[in-house]
């Protein structure tokens, strides 16, 4: 995106075009010229008229891509260090349900909402957040709730242990040229229809789709974004040409960015009336075809 540069800050162009102008004001007098002078010293040069002054060349617009990456999920795990009896957090718990055949408890809460399966051994795994922070909050109330439960419990290892991510390439992408290029992607469209990426530094796994969606699954947030990052260059090789449609829309994100209203489209061209018929059917009542059997009597 071109950018004016002024003494006073960058300023946005949504045409591509920079013009410099500098008001008189900004100007610093010469100590060897004179306002008014006839004469321009030695040194000092005239400033050319507007109209004299060379053209400059129209930039083409970059196209400066932004990609949201939404959080799914956030999966952490911690150890309440004490044994649990899980009949009891059934009975005397809330929003509990006894999984006697996985060996477990599952507790679930509203703020944040999110679920914890909880072990007698006393290992907790808590899904369901949208953030590092919020899980971790989660992750102590509902240590806070097995203590209310009569628990010695004591909040310790906590981790992050999964974190499920998801964005949408500004363009689509030509999954089998992709796949028949990189040996780290897997492609099998009887399976699944996405291309599965392996990345190991960061350790990620990506599923990439012809749309241009990608589901990113590493050990972190920052690992997400920065598998994105990696992930960027390497599609951006292979993608699609853009359609009328995304065109139109790329012209409204633009619009909407520069802070003008998206343009209207054209309105649409009255109904031409309907032509005169030749010949036109008239339905006559019994009164009326009497009285012309007898005009014509």
């Known amino acids: 995106m071109a950018t004016l540069i002024q003494e006073n800050g960058i300023k946005e162009l949504s045409n591509g075009i920079s013009t410099h102008s500098v008001a008189s004001h900004m100007v610093p007098d010469h100590e060897y010229c004179e306002a008014g002078a006839a004469s321009v010293p030695q040194g000092c040069s005239a400033a050319a008229p507007a109209d004299l002054a060379p053209p400059i060349a129209a930039e083409e617009e970059e196209d400066t891509p932004e990609i949201d990456i939404m959080i799914n999920n956030v999966v952490c795990s911690f150890s309440v260090k004490c044994h649990l009896n899980l009949r009891q957090i059934a009975l005397n718990g809330v929003n509990v349900e006894f999984r006697r055949e996985n060996g477990m408890v ?37 240590a806070r709730a ?23 390439m500004p363009f689509g992408i030509r999954i089998i040229a992709f796949s028949n290029k990189y040996k780290e992607a897997d492609y099998e469209p009887e399976l699944h229809p996405g291309v599965t990426y392996k990345l190991y530094n960061p350790k990620a796994t990506l599923k990439i789709f012809s749309t241009g969606g990608v589901t990113i699954t590493a050990r972190s947030v920052s690992d997400v974004q920065s598998a994105v990052e990696r992930i960027f260059p390497l599609v951006y090789e292979f993608r699609k040409p853009r359609t009328a449609a995304d065109e139109e829309l ?41 009285a012309d059997a007898d005009a014509w009597e």
Do not use: H
Request: proline share 9%; net charge positive.
């Open 106 to 142: 599952t507790m679930k809460l509203r703020r944040p909402y999110t679920t914890a399966s909880i072990w007698s051994s006393g290992r907790v795994t808590c899904t369901g957040a949208t953030s590092e922070d919020q899980a971790k909050i989660a992750a102590r109330r509902y």
């Open 250 to 290: 790329l012209r409204q994100k633009r619009a909407a960015r520069a802070g003008a209203p998206p343009p209207r489209a054209a309105p649409a061209a009255p109904a031409a009336p309907p032509a005169p018929d030749l010949m036109q059917l008239v339905t006559l009542s019994d009164d009326d075809a009497d």
């Open 146 to 168: 097995l203590q209310k439960l009569g628990f010695q419990v004591r909040f310790q290892n906590f981790r992050v242990v999964n974190v499920l991510g998801t964005c949408r």
